[in-house]
């Protein structure tokens, strides 16, 4: 039995009403995170988190799952916690992720129940406390795709004009972040992290790593999603249908209406950069190769995008012509 199972059996077994359970892999995650789910004769399900501390902080998990369960939103309970060992005993949300059932005909009133509870993470989540989401950050992501992706993964070295040009898109991609509204961002607000639930529905997972930042960024994560894709006339309706939401929460201002697409565009591109750089960096450094079948989704949203901003366009050229060829 692996070290971390053994632990985590024998501090359950010193939990309360623990004498005999049984437990199973549940998922993991892009982190080094773990669940398990945990049933005893006669109770509900639970789900066990299985953090190491050398790698993880469960304090942001447990902070932020009260925080946003006090709004009203549907949050795992944390029903007992060990720091030190890196273990959460929480509330099992179920198992029907969203991209399990997202269809054009469910579409609408999935999407409809995540932007509502989006709208209430932007207007009255917490903000105290979070990191923000600064130009360093912002920056930092972006260079994972020339790192690992570009360099590490395709084994392509970009001349000094692509650099330069890269360097001029990141910066372009940084102002546009920092000149919207800041607001409570969840940060990994999409089909893999949202579930079906009882009401309210969706369940919000993996919201332990929120900072303050751009008022589209959650936006983008769950309209592009990295694993699934619509059609582009179909996200802008959602996307304006959002921004009036979003007004009328107090969120943003009714005169930010003519560049509020422009933001959430902008912002994709900065988002999918990192995370077609994420899923290279967990295929090489950490053995997951499933993500690898994503990037191609990832890239070909930035390449839209460039085509209707010219001042993206070299970007979009550059993997048109050299990246997505090769994946």
């Avoid at 030190?84 to 005993?89: A, I, K, P, V």
């Avoid at 529905?201 to 751009?214: H, I, K, R, T």
Wanted: with cysteine; glycine share 8%; proline share 5%.
């Amino acid at each position: 039995m692996p070290k971390r199972v053994e632990l985590l059996r024998t501090w359950l077994n010193n939990l309360p009403g623990m004498d005999i359970f049984e437990l199973e892999a549940a998922s993991d995650d892009a982190s080094f995170r773990r669940y398990f789910r945990l049933t005893v004769a006669g109770e509900e399900p639970r789900i066990v988190m299985d953090a190491p501390p050398d790698k993880e902080d469960c304090h942001p998990f447990v902070t932020l799952a009260e925080q946003l369960g006090s709004l009203g939103l549907h949050v795992p309970e944390v029903y007992a916690a060990d720091f030190e060992q890196g273990f959460l005993l929480l509330e099992d949300l179920g198992s029907t992720h969203y991209l399990d059932v997202l269809t054009s005909e469910t579409a609408d009133r999935l999407y409809g129940d995540a932007l509502s509870a989006l709208a209430v993470i932007q207007s009255i989540g917490p903000r105290e406390g979070l990191p923000e989401y600064d130009s360093a950050m912002l920056r930092r992501e972006m260079d994972l795709f020339t790192e690992w992706l570009v360099g590490h993964h395709l084994g392509i070295e970009l001349d000094a004009a692509d650099l330069a040009m890269l360097n001029d898109c990141f910066e372009q991609l940084v102002s546009s972040a920092l000149e919207q509204p800041q607001v409570c961002v969840h940060r990994d607000y999409h089909s893999r992290n949202l579930l079906v639930s009882s009401s309210p529905s969706p369940g919000v997972l993996d919201f332990q790593d929120a900072v303050v930042g751009p008022v589209t960024y959650d936006l983008v994560s769950l309209l592009k999603d990295c694993y699934i894709e619509w059609p582009v006339g179909r996200t802008q309706d959602w996307v304006m249908g959002y921004f009036q939401l979003a007004v009328q929460s107090g969120i943003i201002k009714s005169e930010d209406e003519g560049q509020f697409l422009r933001w959430f565009d902008l912002m994709g591109v900065q988002r999918h950069l990192k995370a077609s750089g994420i899923f290279a960096r967990l295929n090489h450094r950490d053995g997951k190769s499933g993500y690898l079948a994503d990037i191609p989704r990832t890239l070909s949203y930035i390449v839209e995008v460039a085509g209707r901003y010219p001042e993206m366009t070299a970007l979009g050229e550059l993997i048109k012509r050299r990246l997505l060829p090769v994946l």
